[in-house]
């Protein structure tokens, strides 16, 4: 079932763009990793409602989402895949999430990630592990990502107090404007790092390529995003790394063509088989195949179906079905003899052929 995302923002389906904004603020706070470390169930829930307000801020995509269009989620935030940073601007502005007047939040996130997995049909019915590498910062071991050399201290920044912000005054027509903004020496951490660690720079982080072992879940197609929470590129001065999302592209098996969670594969035999009947081998996706019987008398284009035998239903039990359509061969090269016996049982028929004589291969 789609998500409601007016249910998930508590708001009524004719909410105004306004209300909708005033909702998600409201519940970004209350959600967000930085105000609930460790919180696995608000972090989930504060990515619900971030895209629940991409969709019904846009209202583009809200008129298609009314409409009961389905809405790519994974295009939702840009090619570069930067997260919620951009989003959070857009609502909160560069002041931040948590100001109170103008302050910012304090703790740094990593960017999420976007990597992609190829797999098998097979993969896809059955579901299992695949493993996944991509290029991402990750923590620094030699200073466990604080950014300062070990035995060394981080010390309060002088330029704003260790608040993490400055407030400039400047004069205007209507009197003196105070703003509040990052502080640009420690970037809005409040502390400086004495001696940076000759590993990282003082960053924390280092470029490097991980692996991550990914489960898979049955019946997944391409263009499936999976999320893995906190996977993703490590922040800098041990900060709340971002998530992983993992889109699947499943190889095209050349047996098979697949029709949702039923899979149709096609057989074809002669005029003689379809006529009389036949045995022919059906192949399966799990492996080994299935002697499936022709009843005579079976016509082009007829379809039989093995129940079950399909791939599996994503998020649901059970799984499709194997669909086989059987086609029937006219063959285009007939010998002498072919052809008399053919005239002959037009005959016995009373069917009309052409009188010509089809031309003989030499």
Known sequence: ??????????????????????????????????????????????????????????????????????IDLGDLFGAGFGGFDDLLRSVFGD???????????????????????EVDLAQAAFGGDVEVSFRTNVTCKTCNGDGAEPGSRRIDCGACSGTGVVRMARR??????????????????????????GACGGQGVHPETRSVKVELPAGVSTG????????????????????LYVEVAVRPD??????????????????????????????LIEGGSERLEVA??????????????????????????????IGVTIPSDLSVEEE??????AELRKEQPSDSRRRRRR
């Not at 404007?177 to 004495?194: H, M």
């Not at 999976?226 to 900060?239: H, K, M, T």
């Not at 969670?261 to 045995?279: F, P």
């Not at 008399?340 to 049982?345: A, G, I, Q």
């Open 224 to 243: 499936t995003r999976l999320r893995l929470n906190r996977e993703g590129e490590s922040a800098p001065r041990q900060g709340v790394p971002g998530d």
């Open 1 to 70: 079932m789609a998500t409601d995302y007016y249910a998930v923002l508590g708001v009524p389906r004719d909410a105004s763009q306004e209300e909708i904004k005033k909702a998600f603020r409201r519940l970004a706070r209350e959600t967000h990793p930085d105000a609930n470390p460790g919180d696995v169930a608000a972090d989930s829930r504060f990515r619900e409602i971030a895209e629940a307000y991409e969709v019904l801020s846009d209202p583009d995509r809200r008129r298609r989402y009314d409409r009961g269009d389905t």
């Open 254 to 283: 050349p047996r098979y063509e697949r029709d949702g969670d039923d899979l149709v594969h096609r057989v074809s035999i002669g005029i003689a088989e379809a006529a009389l009947g036949t045995t022919v081998e059906v192949p």
């Open 95 to 117: 002041s931040g999430l948590f100001s109170q007047g103008g302050g910012t939040s304090r703790t740094p996130r990593g960017r999420d990630i976007l990597a992609r997995a």
């Open 340 to 345: 008399d016996l053919l005239r002959r049982f």
């Open 296 to 325: 005579a008398g079976t016509q082009p284009g007829a379809v039989r179906r093995v129940a079950g035998a399909g791939m599996g239903r994503l998020g649901r039990r059970g799984r499709g079905d194997l669909i086989i359509e």
């Open 172 to 197: 205007s027509l209507l009197g003196t404007i105070q703003t509040v903004g990052t502080c640009p020496t420690c970037q809005g951490s409040g502390e400086l790092i004495a001696t940076p660690c």
